[in-house]
């Protein structure tokens, strides 16, 4: 059992719920009639990289914000995401 979902439900993107690329994402965007999808995942990604930073300016434990930080990097294939850290 994943300790931060529990026995919820995950959604899977091209028969997975991690390392899901990026061209996995336009191409479901691309399917879904979704336009600007790139300019979307931009948007996305900003607001991860800015995570750490907000997450401190609000108080929340860095020993917490780090947890969660590398859940999210968990997600994330190296280097498939332009600016993301």
Same mark, same amino acid.
Do not use: W
């Given at each position: 059992? %994943?300790?931060?979902?529990?026995?919820? *439900?995950?959604?899977? /993107?091209?028969?997975?719920?991690?390392?899901?690329?990026?061209?996995? =994402? /336009?191409?479901?965007?691309?399917?879904?009639?979704?336009? %600007?999808?790139?300019?979307? /995942?931009?948007?996305?990604?900003?607001?991860?990289?800015?995570?750490?930073?907000?997450?401190?300016?609000?108080? =929340?434990? #860095? #020993?917490?914000? #780090? /947890? =969660? %930080?590398? *859940? =999210?990097?968990?997600?994330?294939?190296?280097?498939?995401?332009?600016?993301?850290?």
């Amino acid at each position: 059992m %994943n300790k931060f979902i529990g026995d919820r *439900h995950v959604l899977t /993107l091209s028969g997975q719920n991690r390392q899901v690329t990026r061209s996995d =994402i /336009l191409r479901f965007a691309e399917q879904g009639d979704i336009r %600007n999808a790139s300019s979307i /995942l931009e948007e996305i990604t900003d607001a991860v990289n800015a995570f750490p930073e907000v997450a401190a300016e609000i108080g =929340i434990d #860095s #020993s917490v914000c #780090s /947890l =969660i %930080n590398e *859940h =999210i990097k968990s997600y994330i294939p190296a280097g498939e995401y332009p600016g993301a850290k």
